[in-house]
């Protein structure tokens, strides 16, 4: 056996895979519904549970304590529970993602409400005509020198916005997607529950590092980089009733360091018909 280098020159598959077929592939996952183009499993994320958007919440005030944000924060929380109006489906950290104002009229496009986050000092500078009209209608919030913005934005994320979910999250509305270039390291370092954090940022938080029209590749949705393990199974008339030989088993999808961000390795091994 020799190593594989992942970089030497692995062409991604396109072709869907035949029932029961062995995968030893590189794959493509679609980045708005988060499925493979060759096995057609979906790899999209659930949000977090009540429990952890709870402690994700409370982690987040104990960390403005640290720099005296925890009353600003509380003051942020009740705004987003007691605004009326469509809840937010997108927060936007406007200090760490540029062309704000595409990015805002690309989503709000598609039907989405985005909230833009700014520091004080960001809204003063840089973009005060945008950040105007955004403040009327209600799609930003600032927050105030010398706090740091990366909380507000952070906590938007747990927020139940009950009001405007109609009796919050427990409703059924998904929580709003954070759009930074931030890897919140710091703040990461000093959460309570690292863990925690690692799973809320992969579920929460997209990256966005798109330019020109590739900004209206944005998901709706987003799907972590972990090794994911799927049934996979069917039956060779690919009808999905009860005739014909029955095949199952599991298929992996791993992310590999060099590749693209939504590209996977693929790997199943066929069970006997």
């Known amino acids: 056996l020799t190593e594989w280098d992942p970089s030497d020159g692995v062409p991604v598959?396109?072709?869907?895979?035949?029932?029961?077929?062995?995968?030893?592939?590189?794959?493509?996952?679609?980045?708005?519904?988060?499925?493979?183009?060759?096995?057609?499993?979906?790899?999209?994320?659930?949000?977090l549970t009540r429990a952890q958007r709870d402690r994700m919440f409370e982690d987040i005030l104990t960390l403005g304590e640290q720099s005296n944000a925890r009353e600003e924060l509380k003051i942020f929380s009740d705004w987003l529970n007691d605004r009326k109006?469509?809840?937010?489906?997108?927060?936007?950290?406007?200090s760490n993602v540029g062309r704000i104002k595409r990015m805002f009229e690309i989503l709000e496009k598609r039907g989405e409400n985005p909230l833009v986050v700014?520091?004080?000092?960001?809204?003063?500078?840089?973009?005060?005509?945008?950040t105007h009209t955004l403040k009327n209608r209600g799609n930003l919030y600032i927050a105030p020198d010398p706090l740091d913005d990366d909380l507000f934005s952070m906590l938007a994320t747990v927020s139940d916005q009950t009001n405007s979910c109609g009796g919050g999250r427990s409703s059924g509305v998904a929580p709003?997607?954070?759009?930074?270039?931030?890897?919140?390291?710091?703040h990461r370092n000093d959460m309570r529950d690292q863990s925690l954090f690692r799973e809320w940022y992969a579920r929460h938080c997209y990256r966005h590092n798109m330019r020109?029209?590739?900004?209206?590749?944005?998901?709706?949705?987003?799907?972590?980089?972990?090794?994911r393990s799927n049934d996979w199974c069917g039956n060779v008339n690919g009808d999905g009733g009860s005739n014909g030989s029955v095949w199952g088993g599991k298929v992996w999808h791993f992310p590999v360091s060099g590749w693209g961000f939504h590209e996977r390795f693929v790997m199943r091994i066929p069970l006997p018909l």
């Open 212 to 227: 020109g029209s590739e900004m209206k590749r944005i998901p709706n949705n987003i799907f972590n980089r972990w090794i």
């Open 85 to 94: 109006g469509h809840p937010f489906t997108f927060i936007l950290d406007g």
């Open 13 to 47: 598959r396109d072709a869907p895979a035949t029932c029961n077929e062995l995968l030893a592939c590189r794959a493509e996952i679609d980045p708005f519904t988060g499925s493979c183009d060759v096995t057609g499993v979906q790899l999209r994320n659930s949000s």
């Open 176 to 186: 709003p997607i954070l759009i930074t270039n931030d890897q919140f390291f710091d």
């Open 118 to 130: 700014l520091p004080a000092k960001d809204a003063i500078q840089r973009r005060q005509a945008f």
